[in-house]
């Protein structure tokens, strides 16, 4: 078997004056390598064990996805900043992704910024507020929170149990007064001193516990602390705890654990459609879904452990790093990649791909929502896909009906008659393709015009070597099909597919065959026929209002002895029609044209239609 040659990939070594030369002097150091185009823009950013062979080896492999051989195709100049280790690399790299946004790195796409819970645990006394950023601030940040009514739920419920603080001031004990939430027993207004500090304190960490999850931990703090108020005979306190213990017991058993295993866990699952990706991403804390998370990805061919590595980099730059990071690949460098989560948590995280058992099936929840997800977003190409192969199949195509035109033909009584044309390209409006046309000869035959529409459009398109349609639908039936049939044998174009679709029973018929074929009301094989029947429809009967307009202004209204075009216009604009103009009284007349104006076309009116006495 003959091997199938690979196309060489085109580089700018040749162009470049830079580029040749610092290829060969590449040193043998971890650090990160910038690619720019010929106009300075920065295209890639990259990190390396060793720069030497990392840099090299886009320029000596012959085998790149398709995505790579346009960066290489543009790289022009090179930039190193050499590090003392591969970790150093990868955080430098990290910053300089988020800093510049290089367009050929991957940029993680996500239509929604989920809302976190953030406790301000520096502070002397904490305050609970929801957001959307996460910053390195020393808070706690709980979430993120799906759907995002979740998280203000959430931070409704530490308020109500736990009466922790919301507001901004600082806390010193000297206010006048407390606010209204100190009334409604959301706060116990340590602004006025009424709470001291470490009394507060233990309202936070209570807060904490329940916000973790940490169920059995908070139950036992709150029953200890309402003995402990009871037995010291402050029994309004002891109240408060009871009603916290009963509210928090409550809402914890209403919350349905996602799993048994109580590690903090991201489980990330994918699909690849047409080169895009979209990355699903299930968060668990404490052993329940807390919420999820979709990124889209361009330019993505296969899900693979590169393609992983940068998701977790870019998720993790910005967002809390959880225990345990369950995959469906092991991301690239992952001995490198765990160092640096690490690094960011404070302790190790795992990086996992399950294999069976209950982990599978959350990989394989997040793998669907990702799938689901993709297919919301992309799929309606690929839907236009399949409708227009049941098209095909339906009336036995020998192409896919990429390209739909359609006829229609307008009159008013034999007037004014005029034809449209619109196109459909992969199911979808080509408005720019649209064509009308005004007939020659205006009569009422819709044979004879249909006829003349077809043969006008396709003469032209075989004169100035246009492609032809896959397939010529007209609007009507046995009839106008047998029209459009005689007009393109006329023309030597015997080989273009055509079919007829009848209003009334919306039945198609085909050359060859007095048959008529019915497709389903509720195929979408006929509703894509109907849609665009309906837009011949719809732009042929505006062509020809349009021009009935005009006549009505030309041979009626202009003919007023005294009233110009500019009047005339006015009074249709006005009235809409001659008949109206004709049925307006007097009044009506003189706001719309003044009274000068108006007495003319009284006079006309008094004057018999027709000339009849």
């Not at 397939?471 to 046995?478: N, S």
Request: aromatic share 8%.
């Amino acid at each position: 078997m003959s091997r199938i040659p690979v196309a060489a990939v085109r580089t700018n070594l040749e162009k470049s004056p830079f580029l040749k030369r610092k290829l060969g002097d590449l040193p043998l150091r971890p650090g990160c390598y910038l690619y720019r185009d010929e106009g300075g823009n920065l295209l890639y950013v990259g990190k390396a064990k060793v720069l030497r062979n990392r840099v090299k080896s886009y320029f000596q492999q012959k085998r790149l996805d398709a995505k790579t051989r346009r960066l290489v195709a543009r790289i022009w100049d090179i930039e190193l900043i050499v590090c003392e280790t591969e970790l150093e690399a990868l955080v430098l790299e990290n910053n300089l992704i988020k800093e510049h946004l290089p367009p050929f790195n991957i940029l993680l796409k996500d239509d929604k910024s989920y809302p976190y819970v953030k406790l301000t645990w520096k502070e002397a006394f904490p305050k609970v507020f929801v957001t959307r950023k996460v910053r390195k601030d020393g808070s706690l940040y709980f979430g993120p929170f799906f759907p995002a009514s979740t998280a203000y739920r959430t931070a409704e419920l530490v308020y109500r149990f736990f009466q922790i603080r919301d507001c901004d001031i600082d806390i010193d004990g000297k206010r006048g007064r407390a606010c209204l939430k100190y009334q409604l027993h959301r706060c116990t207004a340590p602004c006025i001193a009424a709470v001291g500090q470490e009394a507060y304190r233990e309202q936070a960490r209570e807060a904490r516990l329940f916000l973790e999850g940490k169920r059995d931990e908070l139950k036992a703090r709150l029953e200890a602390a309402m003995w402990k108020a009871a037995e010291a005979a402050a029994f309004e306190q002891a109240a408060q705890h009871r009603d916290a213990l009963q509210q928090v017991d409550a809402w914890f058993t209403r919350q349905k654990a996602a799993s048994a295993d109580l590690d903090d866990t991201d489980v990330y699952g994918s699909a690849v459609l047409d080169g895009r990706a979209c990355v699903h991403r299930l968060m668990l804390r404490e052993g329940r879904m807390v919420g999820r998370q979709e990124y889209l990805l361009d330019d993505v061919e296969t899900f693979d452990g590169a393609v992983l590595a940068q998701v977790l980099q870019r998720v993790y730059s910005a967002d809390p790093v959880p225990a345990r990071i369950l995959a469906e690949v092991q991301p690239e460098d992952a001995e490198l990649l765990g160092e640096w989560l690490a690094s960011m948590r404070g302790t190790k995280t795992r990086i996992h791909v399950p294999q069976k058992g209950e982990k599978v099936e959350l990989l394989t929840m997040a793998q669907e929502n990702a799938r689901l997800a993709l297919e919301r977003k992309f799929e309606p190409a690929r839907l236009n896909e399949a409708v227009l192969e049941g098209l095909q199949a339906f009336l036995g195509l020998s192409h896919l009906p990429r390209r739909l035109e359609c006829f229609d033909i307008s009159h008013g009584q034999g007037r004014e008659v005029v034809a449209s044309c619109v196109v459909f390209s992969d199911g979808v409006p080509d408005k720019a393709r649209y064509r009308r046309f005004k007939m020659t000869n205006e009569q009422n035959d819709d044979f004879a015009n249909m006829q003349e529409a077809v043969t006008r459009r396709y003469r032209r398109m075989k004169d100035e070597g246009q492609e032809f349609p896959n397939l010529v639908l007209i609007d009507g039936g046995l009839g106008q099909l047998h029209a459009a049939e005689a007009a393109l044998r006329e023309l030597g174009l015997e080989h273009l597919e055509l079919a007829s679709l009848a209003k009334k029973e919306e039945l198609v018929f085909r050359p060859g065959s007095s048959e008529p074929l019915k497709i389903p009301k509720s195929s979408p094989v006929l509703q894509l026929l109907q849609r665009i029947r309906d837009e011949a429809h719809r732009f042929a009967i505006t062509y020809h209002r349009a021009l009935r307009a005009k006549r009505t202004l030309q041979t009626e209204l202009t003919q007023i002895p005294g009233i110009g075009q500019v009047t005339a216009k006015k009074l249709l604009q006005t009235f809409g029609s001659a008949t109206k103009v004709r049925e307006a009284s007097p009044s009506e007349l003189a706001d719309a044209i003044g009274v000068a104006a108006s007495r003319k076309v009284l006079a006309w009116r008094e004057t018999p239609v027709d000339g009849a006495k």
